[in-house]
Structure formats: C-alpha cells, structure tokens
C-alpha cells in the first residue's frame, strides 16, 4: 500500500523557518520524481518544489523561489522541504506526492499544517 507521511509543520513567526520531512513506502522510491504541494484555505493545491529521481535537478514556484529547497534521502525513502523567510501567504497545508501517474491520482497523504503569523 502506498503511503505519504508528512510531519513537523507547524506555527511559525513572518521571517522564520522551518524543516519537515515526507516518508514514503509502498512503491520504489527511487525511481521517482517527487513534488511538494500546498493548498490554502479556499484555493487550489499547486505545486510548490520538485525534485528529480536522483536528487540532482530541482524546480521551484516563482513564489517560493530562493526561500524553499527541497532535498530527498532515497535510502530514507523521505523527502524534505527547508522553508526560509516564512510569510503569511505560506499558510497551508503541505503534501508530498509524485509529478503524476497512478500514485498521484490515488494516493495523498494527511499532509502537514504550517501557518505563518506573528
């Protein structure tokens, strides 16, 4: 069975940071692609960072662009989003899944709450 756990959000002050993991089992982790997703109160999920099979190529929204870094363990089978310079507009709740294919369109996590305010 395909699992996504993700852990470690949190409430956090504009300008601050935070680290959390995402733990995966139930498919060959690395062979794939993952992606972190948010979804805000009232808004679509999109896409926020991803990360190549290997760990060696990274993408990222305009919006969190030079703040995030998304990293992976493929031994750990996790895979980590660093925020940095938190803002309000970060609010949301954060997943992780692959790019596309049948694990995404059946299987997500609880995700992880992170809410940014002073």
């Known amino acids: 069975q395909v699992q996504f756990v993700e852990s470690g959000g949190g409430l956090v002050q504009p300008g601050g940071s935070l680290r959390f993991p995402c733990a995966a089992s139930?498919?060959?982790?690395?062979?794939?692609?993952l992606n972190w997703y948010r979804q805000a109160p009232g808004k679509e999920r999109e896409l926020v960072a991803a990360?190549?099979?290997?760990?060696?190529?990274?993408k990222y929204a305009d919006s969190v662009k030079g703040r995030f870094t998304i990293t992976r363990d493929n031994a750990k089978r996790t895979v980590y989003l660093q925020m940095n310079s938190l803002k309000p507009e970060d609010t949301a709740v954060y997943f992780c899944?692959?790019?596309?294919?049948?694990?995404?369109?059946?299987?997500w996590g609880q995700g992880t709450q992170v809410t940014v305010t002073s």
């Open positions: 899944n692959t790019p596309y294919g049948v694990i995404r369109e059946n299987y």
């Open positions: 139930g498919f060959t982790f690395r062979r794939y692609a």
């Open positions: 990360i190549s099979a290997a760990g060696d190529s990274t």
